[in-house]
């Protein structure tokens, strides 16, 4: 069975940092291009991170730049974000995603707040 799986969520305040793994089981990851996803109440869900499945190569919002980092560990099938700085408009359900296939985690909650 095909399945992602967010964990490493959580409270933290501005300026706090956190690690957030997705691991993967029913496919090995390497081949396929993961991305994280959030998604803040009352708002679409938006790209954060990408890393391709080939060269490791990595995309970023405009938001996140500098202050997040994806990476992939193929051999413990797991892809990271890794986010520093943390602001109050990063609170969100940040949710993993597998290309091709179109897999998405459920998602795991981040709170930034004092």
């Known amino acids: 069975q095909v399945q992602l799986v967010e964990s490493g969520g959580g409270l933290v305040q501005p300026g706090g940092s956190l690690r957030l793994s997705c691991t993967a089981s029913?496919?090995?990851?390497?081949?396929?291009?993961m991305s994280w996803y959030r998604q803040a109440p009352g708002q679409e869900r938006e790209l954060v991170a990408r890393?391709?499945?080939?060269?490791?190569?990595?995309t970023y919002a405009d938001s996140v730049k500098g202050r997040f980092t994806i990476s992939r560990d193929n051999a413990k099938n797991t892809v990271y974000l890794q986010m520093n700085s943390l602001k109050p408009e990063d609170t969100a359900v940040y949710y993993c995603?597998?290309?091709?296939?179109?897999?998405w985690g459920q998602g795991t909650q981040v709170t930034v707040s004092s």
């Open positions: 890393i391709s499945s080939a060269f490791g190569g990595t």
């Open positions: 995603h597998r290309l091709p296939g179109n897999t």
């Open positions: 029913g496919f090995p990851l390497d081949g396929y291009i």
